[in-house]
């Protein structure tokens, strides 16, 4: 069984995931924001778990301070879009140079849109969801034919569901910033409308910033979604 555990840390309070299997103890670090020690102290002697990768939602250096210094210890790769690569390792780009920084990320295995990474037992689907940048992606985490099949006999509030990790492009009843470098209004509503509200209702969603929610909360209180109807209303859709 997949589990979830989140450390917010950075100067813009980013959340970092830490996704483990409870029985195996691997486990895939998401968006490692900063404090790289502190991270590996969690892994190491709070989770007690084997990272077997580290995933980038996007470029910007609050949600990739720490990841080179995390990847060399525990000596796992580092994913992201290819979009993204021109972003990670420019300081002005990412924002790093904003707070007097010079952080960048050039060392990873680029991934692209519908990628699959086998991770924990999983098949983690890679989702495009440009709009907070050009290169932002999303993870999903479907069930496996085993947990489908489990949920069968069990009571709703005791069924497994599927996981979103959406970086900055889908929050709880609100969605990222597109007034950085790469970022775009339009294909940020395009994104979280016909890319991510499509997923199953059930889907628990983990963005990068505050508290998570559900792919159901987000079809009924998310301004993308209300946004998006007025726009084809005006334009006769």
């Known amino acids: 069984m997949l589990k979830v555990s989140k450390y917010t840390t950075g100067v813009i309070q980013t959340n970092v995931y830490f996704c483990f299997d409870d029985t195996s103890r691997e486990c895939v670090i998401i968006d490692p924001a900063a404090n ?10 709070q989770l007690h778990a084997l990272p077997q990768a580290i995933l980038l939602t996007h470029g910007h ?8 210094e995390t990847a060399e210890h525990f000596g796992v790769e580092i994913f992201a879009s290819e979009k993204e690569r021109e972003l990670l390792k420019t300081p002005e780009w990412n924002l790093s140079s904003n707070f007097q920084l010079d952080i960048e990320v ?25 709009g907070h940048t050009s290169g932002s992606v999303s993870y999903y985490v479907p069930l496996t034919m085993e947990e489908e099949a489990a949920n069968a006999g069990l009571p709703e509030k005791e069924r497994q569901v599927p996981l979103l990790f959406s970086g900055d492009t889908l929050f709880r009843e ?13 294909e940020i509503l395009d994104s979280i409308c016909n890319r991510l509200l499509v997923l199953p209702p059930e889907t628990l969603v983990f963005p990068g910033h505050e508290g998570m929610s559900s792919i159901a909360n987000e079809q009924k209180y998310n301004p993308a979604a209300y946004l998006t109807m007025m726009q084809q209303k005006n334009n006769g859709q």
Not at 61 to 68: I, Q, S, T
């Open 174 to 186: 609100s969605y990222g910033r597109t007034d950085f470098p790469g970022g775009s209004e339009t």
């Open 36 to 45: 790289a020690a502190k991270i590996i102290e969690i892994v190491e002697q």
């Open 106 to 130: 050039t060392k990873f295995t680029a991934l692209k849109d519908h990628d699959i990474l086998p991770l924990l037992g999983h098949r983690w689907e890679v989702i495009a969801t440009p």
């Open 61 to 68: 250096f609050d949600h990739m301070m720490a990841a080179e």
